[in-house]
């Protein structure tokens, strides 16, 4: 599997950004799909995903109400769209795909195919 990140950018508080993620793959509807961000000197943190078949979603609780993700099967693509943008939300972001019971969609873990990463930036 393979996963191609797009849609980063600098932008200010309040403002929106939507990422996508386009993924390459034998079997891809059997995948979760993920985000996961990491800013310097800490570790990639889980921020939401969303299984394959059902497309039952996950989300972090510091993103919850603000961001949402979906998935075209079709298209073999994953979004995120982050609204109301805060300064906290700067970081390189993720997308990954792995395999997950809904109880273990937040851990890294869980995903064995990561993205390159794309960059958020988000200024006050």
């Known amino acids: 599997v393979q996963l191609q990140a797009s849609g980063g950018g600098l932008v200010q508080a309040g403002d929106s950004l939507r990422l996508a993620c386009a993924a390459s793959g034998p079997n891809l509807r059997n995948y979760v799909l993920g985000w996961f961000r990491q800013t310097p000197g800490k570790e990639r943190e889980f921020v939401a995903a969303?299984?394959?078949?059902?497309?039952?979603?996950v989300y972090a609780d510091s993103i919850k109400g603000r961001f949402t993700i979906a998935r075209d099967n079709a298209k073999n693509m994953v979004s995120l769209q982050m609204n109301s943008l805060k300064a906290d939300d700067t970081a390189v972001y993720y997308c990954?795909?792995?395999?997950?019971?809904?109880?273990?969609?937040?851990?890294?873990?869980?995903?064995?195919?990561w993205g390159q990463g794309t960059l958020v930036t988000v200024s006050s």
């Open positions: 990954s795909a792995g395999t997950a019971i809904l109880s273990s969609m937040s851990q890294q873990r869980s995903y064995r195919y």
């Open positions: 969303i299984k394959g078949v059902g497309g039952a979603t």
